[in-house]
């Protein structure tokens, strides 16, 4: 059992005769503890040094080595839910030198990534696709007379979204011959909640009583096994082989526990789900106190709630992302944690709305994407009052482009009667959650992650004016249209070009009055925006101009059309053009004679 995080690299001698799942094949059964001791000891000083996904990685070990052990990838296909706990798998699988690379520019993914190895035979990032994936390949497989091994690996918080049992009910159809291992931890981020829960904590308990309750994967037609100690390879490699040589749909229960190992992540799963690089002690430098655009939310969330009975908090598995942590709390009774399941997490909304109550959906930006039908036809139609808080918005650094909310005002803006906001600091953030919850219809918040400016904001109730921009600074020949938290590098920008600023608050409704007005005094109008330049509020303002026959040049400075991968926020920025000298630059081309 480890309780600290090694600073060296530790001495791994049999892992690093290990560099494909070939290599492991010629180890004895008996040799594979010590491999796995030296797996995790790696797997904790790599991520001490980088950062990243922890906890899941380090419960998985056992069973990431006995995957490969047993089965011929990549031939064989092995599909990660989710892929956060799939640095191991990374590990055996020809990137064990580049593991210090993760995260950053350049470097490993932090999830499974197919044009990073043959080995990651599907790219995630989000839950819930593994059992859909599996089934796909083993189907296309038998079509083309191919006798592949199909193994998913799926959470236990995993498979509390649709997606998953919608596979499950196929799979049984099909009569494909894949396996589905449930890794069953306890724990998706938070702890787990729901009926699925409950049942599979049931499962554990009858275990212990000589009995098993295998009855609702058994009633989808797959051959239930286990559980069973996934740690121990003595029992988990019979029940692997065994498992890998039945045909047709095949379900193995693993127990897990996430941090396996190593102790303070044993002992707080919640907290160590994933790691900040550690510094060296010479290097560390004291904390800046300031509250993260989440942090503020949450703050808002809380003091609304006092006054508002109405008031109703939905996270969909989000609660510490989202910092509902003090309302779950406070109001309990008002606090619904609905597991990975966002398209339930809106029309639960709706449903609520319907019945005068006032929902606030705390989701991130990536994640609302899987519940645009639900928001379309169950909220929007409706006209119904549902406040979408909107957290990580915009490009979002290591986690990269699976997790980039740069789609939403894209989404977002075509569905009429829908407010859409963008804060460019934290008090803008709290007022406009109180603008849109005071607004009778749907209307949607966006913010980043990480902090502000470090202001101090003025915890009070104050409702903005629908559509009213800001002007911060009037200059000459342009005007700068700024649409969020990129704020301080657009006032940069202002300052060493002496252009006019508008923080326009609003993406719809749009300050058309200030746009007319800008276009009347400036030659060229630019808007800024931490999103997606197709559909996004540059592209509202061009369409504006269009429909009004305003001549007025536009540049619009947004995310480029192609994926930003993996770096630090600000690396990302630089790249897409958007920190102030990048800014600074493009206007410049575009003023140039």
């Known amino acids: 059992m480890f309780q600290t995080i090694p600073e060296q690299r530790p001495a791994t001698p049999l892992l690093d005769r290990i560099d494909s799942p070939p290599d492991l094949h010629n180890l004895s059964a008996d040799s594979l503890e010590q491999l796995a001791e030296e797996l995790r000891a790696f797997l904790l000083f790599s991520v001490g040094k980088t950062g990243g996904h922890f906890g899941a990685g380090l419960g998985v070990v056992e069973l990431t080595i006995a995957l490969h052990y047993l089965l011929k990838t990549p031939e064989d296909h092995l599909i990660w839910d989710v892929g956060h706990q799939s640095y191991p798998h990374k590990i055996l699988t020809e990137r064990r030198q580049r593991m210090l690379s993760i995260r950053q520019q350049g470097g490993l993914s932090p999830f499974p990534k197919r044009s990073e190895s043959e080995y990651d035979d599907f790219g995630t990032g989000h839950s819930s696709t593994s059992i859909s ?10 079509l083309q007379g191919l006798e592949h091994k199909t193994v998913a690996v799926i959470g236990d918080g995993a498979m509390t979204a649709g997606m998953a049992f919608e596979a499950l009910n196929h799979a049984a159809h099909t009569n494909a011959n894949m396996l589905v291992i449930l890794n069953d931890n306890e724990m998706s981020i938070s702890h787990n909640v729901g009926g699925l829960a409950t049942y599979l904590a049931k499962n554990l ?15 989808l037609d797959f051959h239930y ?20 040589q039945r045909s047709g749909p095949q379900f193995l229960h693993v127990v897990t526990r996430k941090g396996k190992g190593f102790a303070p992540a044993e002992a707080d799963p919640v907290g160590y789900h994933a790691l900040t690089k550690i510094e060296p002690q010479s290097q560390a430098k004291p904390a800046v106190k300031r509250l993260k655009y989440c942090n503020v939310f949450g703050q808002w969330l809380c003091d609304t709630a006092a006054d508002e009975s109405q008031l109703i908090g939905i996270t969909p598995a989000m609660r510490e992302g989202s910092d509902l942590i003090a309302f779950s709390q406070q109001y309990p009774e008002r606090y619904f944690d609905v597991a990975i399941a966002e398209q339930h997490a809106l029309t639960l909304a709706a449903g609520m709305a319907c019945r005068n109550m006032k929902p606030v959906v705390a989701i991130y930006s990536t994640f609302l994407q899987r519940a645009y039908d639900q928001l379309v036809h169950d909220v929007a139609i409706q ?32 569905l009429p009667g829908m407010i859409i906001m963008t804060p460019s600091d934290e ?14 219809g749907p209307a949607a918040v966006r913010y980043p992650r990480g902090g502000g400016s470090g202001i101090d904001i003025q915890r009070r109730p104050r409702k903005l004016t629908l559509g009213r921009s800001q002007t911060l600074r009037t200059g000459n020949k342009a005007a700068l249209l700024n649409f ?7 006032q940069q920008a202002a300052e060493t070009l002496d252009l006019t600023l508008v923080d326009m608050r609003f993406v719809k409704p749009l300050d058309t009055a200030v746009i ?14 931490d999103h997606a330049l197709q559909g996004g509020a540059g592209s509202a303002v061009g369409e504006y101009l269009h429909q009004t026959n305003i001549q007025t040049s536009l540049l619009q400075l947004g995310i480029p059309d192609y994926w930003v991968d993996h770096a630090t926020r600000s690396e990302q920025l630089a790249e897409c053009g958007l920190d102030a000298a990048g800014i600074v630059n493009a206007i410049q081309s575009r003023l140039e004679p």
């Open 427 to 440: 008090q803008e953030l709290y007022d406009m959650l109180t603008t849109g919850y005071l607004y009778p």
């Open 225 to 244: 096994s286990g559980p069973v100690d996934g740690h121990n390879f003595h029992s988990l490699l019979p029940e692997l082989t065994a498992a890998l």
């Open 205 to 219: 308990k009858n275990r212990a009583e000589g009995e098993t309750t295998s009855a609702l994967f058994e009633a």
């Open 133 to 142: 994936a599996a089934l796909g390949m083993a189907i296309a497989d038998r």
């Open 383 to 414: 006209d119904l009052d549902v406040l979408l808080a909107i957290d990580r918005a915009g490009l979002v650094g290591e986690d990269g482009a699976t997790h980039a909310g740069i789609f939403d005002i894209s989404i977002l803006r075509c």
């Open 484 to 490: 969020g938290t990129l704020l301080p590098a657009a």
């Open 516 to 529: 007319e007005t800008l276009c009347d005094e400036h030659d060229l109008l630019i808007t800024l925006e």
